[in-house]
């Protein structure tokens, strides 16, 4: 297992608390870079939402039925417009401290990326989804200089399934004159309705409304929900859909929206998600949030098992990034009116491929800079399906 430990100034004070918040369960030995369930909408069901309970996984895979039995383990915007990844740069030119210590993405495995980011939308998170915006040019950059890489889809899920406020004032949209207090209260433009999959949770975000959001559709290439490899201006495409703003719910339930996003139910023809996760990519997931999740239905086990289910069953085919509080860490950066997050640190940790870091950090690049090391080496032990 992975474990950055480069501490990555955030929001709002810690509406919930991690009740569970006892020694971690023991894991594999770690490796550490010195740089610096759930029932959800997405039609998967981990069993109960309890934490105290054990908790079956049956995954919205076509991988089929996953079962599980586990104790809760918590009882312990801009840019360029030009396309990063038709690099002509060698990566072997690349400083080696940034290339990481894998096969510099020289393998089959390396060919295809799918990037989920998973990012809180509710009240304070609007300095860290800037944080994240001025971020990601260099990150992704860094993974086209490294990676063998010329075709990745990016998808954006936020943390609840829907805005009440935006959506009330849509339905005035079609009205002409539309009500002025649509703008003051929400700033929300009112340039198209949303539709279905805007108010599913897990489904890819196209058009983020409410305060602080970009309130823009994104309008990317392919008419996916996920940016694809043709996208003529990728900074901006990703700034339109990762500034979801912070209208959100207060419950955020930023696992079970992972889980949804992931679904067969979602990802299957004609779903919201279709064509996004693909047996052959890597699936690199980033979470982003500076809450506890307490909200997500099941546990960390089934969460676990969720995902890796969408991976036809193998774990090291995931990489998984978590940007969230670090108050009972060693070293915080977060202030003790954040509170800790362990089901979501314990569920990044029980990935062989999976990081930390503090979403309280002012700068999130030298994070994502050493986690490019850690996706090449993912990447190269990948053998895709054949």
Known sequence: MFAVTVGLGCGDSARDSD?????????????????????????SDTGSG?????????SGSDTGTTDISTSDPSDPTTGSSSDP???????????SSTTGFGCG?????CGK???????????????????????????????AQTLDNDDYHIMVVDTDASNPEAALCANWCAKDPMPMWCFPVIDYPCTALPSECDEQIGAGVVYPVGGDASNMMCDFDGGNRYIISSEQNLAASFSCAAKVGDDGDG???????MVAALSFDLNKPGACNEGFLRDDA???????????????????DGWFANVVAAKKGDETRVVVLGLITDVDQPNPVCSLEHAPAPKLRYFTEKFTYGTTASVCEPDYSPFFQEAVSVIDTACCE????Q
């Open 19 to 43: 009740t569970d918040t006892g020694a971690q369960p023991t894991s594999a030995t770690n490796t550490t870079l010195t740089s610096g369930g759930p029932t959800s909408d997405g039609g």
């Open 50 to 58: 309890s934490d105290d309970t054990t908790a079956g996984s049956d």
């Open 85 to 95: 990844f038709t690099t002509t740069q060698d990566p072997s030119d690349s400083d």
């Open 105 to 109: 993405g020289n393998k089959p495995g």
């Open 113 to 143: 990326v799918d990037f989920l980011f998973v990012i809180d939308n509710s009240g304070s998170m609007g300095d860290n989804q800037d944080n994240l915006i001025a971020s990601f040019p260099g990150f992704i950059n860094t993974i």
């Open 251 to 257: 419950s955020e339930r930023p696992a079970e929206s």
């Open 282 to 300: 890597l699936l690199v997931i980033t979470i982003i949030t500076d809450e506890p999740d307490t909200h997500s239905a099941g546990i960390p």
């Open 382 to 385: 990948f053998e895709p399906p």
